[in-house]
């Protein structure tokens, strides 16, 4: 299939190799040049512009930082909607807010285009081994037509509803993910000052109705769970900035919608200090250092 390719940084580049792989014709645009020649090396035809990528593509996927450059590469006079055949499937699998991901669906539908919003869960690792989550929003047709291409760069493939609902769990998810770690840093920090060691918390609330993903899978304090990044002075792993990013979003939606979400609001807060506190590279479990008063640590 000819695919174009908008957006080679790193989750990017590794998404279009995968493609390349899976024996597919890939046209490849970034604004970095360097980017364009990586993927080059990697099977990849260089374009010279976004629009020449999508001009004879049957599917075009975009993988760019944030909702103002998804309007930039997809609306407006130089945008993909103008440069895309009618019946092209493109994909956007950035990170961006709801309400640009159905304006960019509503416009690409008046222009005979099929639009999924579908972001993606696993970082650069997922993006590498071709086993990211993705979530999808967008109709079912446009949907059945997606999936045989995203199976090939991940292991996951939810169809989440209708234009912008793959941004909307995509948020959801990691709003619930940056309380639950923020809740188990803090229990861990209790236990300290009580004398109770994280070991035995781990074994009870594990088993108990503490439980979580942030607890069992990606334990905040070194030892009970020996891949976490805590065993590795939270070297990331998901950054503290990229959490952030997800949960500023997550607040932009709720405030669009009317929806009462403090403790999101409270997370937003409490990583937005520790990307001020020059932390925002560490993995965002690292939060338990911001409170023990110990970032520097
Ligand atoms: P990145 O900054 O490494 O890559 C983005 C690329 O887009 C860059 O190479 C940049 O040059 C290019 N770009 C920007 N504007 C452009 C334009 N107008 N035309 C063409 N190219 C343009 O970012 P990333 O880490 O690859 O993340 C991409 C998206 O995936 C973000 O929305 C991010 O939130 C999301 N995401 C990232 C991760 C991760 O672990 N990195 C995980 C999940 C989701």
């Known amino acids: 299939m000819r695919i174009g390719f908008i957006g080679l940084g790193n989750m990017g580049g590794p998404m279009a190799a995968n493609l390349v792989k899976a024996g597919h014709h890939i046209t490849a645009f970034d604004m970095m040049k360097g980017a364009i020649e990586?993927?080059?090396?990697?099977?990849?035809?260089?374009?010279?512009?976004?629009?020449?990528?999508?001009?004879?593509?049957?599917?075009?996927?975009?993988?760019?930082?944030?909702?103002?450059?998804?309007?930039?590469?997809?609306?407006?006079?130089?945008?993909?909607?103008?440069?895309?055949?009618?019946?092209t499937l493109?994909?956007?699998?950035?990170?961006?807010?709801?309400?640009?991901?159905?304006?960019?669906?509503?416009?690409?539908?008046?222009?005979?285009?099929?639009?999924?919003?579908?972001?993606?869960?696993?970082?650069?690792?997922?993006?590498?081994?071709?086993?990211?989550?993705?979530?999808?929003?967008?109709?079912?047709?446009?949907?059945?037509?997606?999936?045989?291409?995203?199976?090939?760069m991940g292991k996951n493939i939810f169809h989440a509803g209708g234009a912008g609902n793959g941004q909307a769990a995509k948020i959801c998810n990691n709003m619930l993910l940056a309380i639950s770690m923020i809740g188990t840093c803090e229990a861990f920090v209790l236990a300290e000052k009580l004398g109770l060691d994280h070991q035995t918390l781990f074994n009870i609330s594990s088993t108990a109705s503490g439980q979580c993903w942030s607890l069992t899978t990606y334990c905040p304090v070194p030892g009970p769970v020996p891949a976490s990044p805590a065993n590795r002075n939270y070297q990331a792993g998901f950054t503290a900035s990229m959490m952030l990013k997800d949960l500023k979003l997550a607040q932009g939606a709720a405030h669009a919608v009317g929806a009462a979400t403090p403790l999101g609001a409270e997370a937003a807060a409490l990583y937005s200090l520790l990307e001020s506190s020059g932390a925002g590279g560490r993995d965002f479990s690292a939060i338990i250092q911001m409170l023990r008063g110990k970032l520097g640590d």
């Open 38 to 87: 990586k993927a080059a090396a990697q099977g990849a035809h260089a374009a010279a512009t976004a629009t020449d990528a999508a001009r004879d593509a049957e599917v075009v996927i975009t993988m760019l930082p944030a909702g103002v450059h998804v309007r930039q590469v997809y609306l407006g006079d130089g945008g993909l909607l103008r440069a895309a055949k009618p019946g």
């Open 90 to 152: 493109l994909i956007d699998s950035s990170t961006i807010d709801v309400a640009t991901a159905r304006d960019v669906q509503t416009a690409a539908k008046s222009a005979h285009l099929d639009f999924l919003d579908a972001p993606v869960s696993g970082g650069v690792g997922g993006a590498s081994a071709g086993t990211l989550t993705f979530m999808v929003g967008g109709e079912d047709a446009a949907f059945a037509r997606a999936k045989p291409i995203l199976e090939k």
